[in-house]
């Protein structure tokens, strides 16, 4: 399995002191020059057209960041990267590298699929069939890998995409913000999204649906009215910024919040240890463990950072995912974490996710 292979060379491959060494700068033009996986040879390029072009197949529906949909007509032996390839070429986006295809094996979890996979590993069984009529695969776009400036990406399709991404994250409530923070990047979405402000309400009509813009645990700590009147105010304030401009904002101030470019999963921790973490990060640079917070209004606590040059090796066995990390504390060099998932298919989907996330740090 995927545990027992990398575990093995996980000592061998992680990197000694890496952490830090690269300015953010200078980590961003590594992002933006890394070669995606799905860049390939004429023969697959000539794959990528037919599959555009074709017109009948097996249906897969892919949701885009923004939220809209669109259907590929595909064959039964079709894989992920080529899905992956007529997405991309279909939104002209250039920096494919940090993006990559979801899937949801478990209700409210989703994945990263392998793009060397068959679609059909995905499927239900009357996708696999001859039938002319059939279920679709449901596949999502979104953000694998997040740089520490996607706001200085050249390509403004791509940066829209980040900019789409992260504000989902932010709407569906993943992300901790403050009032102030979500206000702030509220108006600049507005700019990007209807340009300078108008007064509507004088003909007695709301011109935006602050719950579209605002995220819940915002919303039920103020007053809807409230929220009504202070974003227009702040949007107003925004005159003549363009659509790019206000995307660029957007990002500026988003890429600084704290929970930026970590996945989280909910666990659990046996009950006779003696710190009680609740949820497991993964970022570019570390695995993240929470503890509960102390603060109610706070969906996780202050996070013990583990760098990836001092993870010693990971696995998972059933619904546990296996954290070992190199530290010093009382003359012990080791310490092992237990964490228990909602299912094995979880524990997977953390480990396979931290792994492909520790292989492209190492590509930096």
Excluded at 66 to 88: G, Y
Excluded at 89 to 114: N, Q
Excluded at 162 to 170: E, G, T
Excluded at 335 to 360: G, P, Q
Aim: hydrophobic share 40%; with cysteine; aromatic share 10%.
């Amino acid at each position: 399995g995927i545990n027992a292979e990398y575990g093995k060379q996980w000592y061998q491959r992680r990197v000694r002191g890496a952490t830090c060494l690269l300015s953010s700068a200078c980590l961003l033009q590594l992002f933006v020059t890394i070669m995606p996986e799905s860049v390939a040879g004429p023969e697959v390029l000539e794959k990528e057209n037919n599959m555009t072009m074709r017109k009948a197949g097996k249906p897969i529906v892919v949701q885009l960041p923004s939220n809209k949909k669109f259907q590929i007509p595909a064959d039964k032996e079709d894989t992920v990267r080529d899905v992956f390839k007529a997405v991309i070429k279909r939104l002209a986006i250039e920096d494919s590298s940090l993006l990559g295809l979801m899937y949801s094996p478990v209700k409210g979890v989703w994945e990263f699929v392998s793009p060397d996979h068959k679609l059909k590993v995905y499927a239900p069984d009357k996708w696999k069939s001859d039938t002319p009529s059939s279920p679709a695969v449901n596949l999502r776009l979104a953000v694998k890998y997040y740089p520490p400036g996607p706001h200085k990406f050249i390509n403004p399709i791509s940066r829209l995409q980040f900019f789409l991404n992260i504000r989902n994250l932010i709407l569906d409530g993943t992300y901790q913000i403050s009032k102030e923070a979500a206000f702030d990047l509220a108006a600049l979405s507005l700019q990007a999204d209807l340009g300078n402000f108008y007064d509507k309400n004088v003909a007695g009509n709301q011109y935006f649906e602050p719950h579209n813009y605002v995220p819940p645990e915002v919303m039920s700590a103020v007053s809807y009215q409230y929220v009504s009147k202070e974003i227009p105010m702040l949007h107003s304030k925004l005159d003549d910024m363009s659509q790019n401009e206000a995307v660029i904002r957007y990002l500026q101030i988003a890429s600084q919040l704290p929970d930026y470019g970590i996945h989280f999963f909910e666990v659990k921790e046996p009950v006779n240890y003696e710190t009680e973490h609740t949820c497991i990060g993964i970022s570019l640079k570390a695995i993240l463990l929470y503890e509960k917070s102390e603060d109610v209004s706070m969906m996780r606590g202050s996070p013990m950072r583990i760098p990836w040059n001092k993870i010693m090796n990971l696995s998972y066995k059933n619904k546990t995912f296996i954290l070992d990390v190199s530290f010093v504390k009382k003359n012990k060099t080791q310490r092992r974490y237990n964490f228990v998932t909602e299912s094995t298919k979880v524990s997977r989907i953390v480990m396979t996710l931290c792994a492909d996330t520790h292989k492209f740090y190492l590509k930096l």
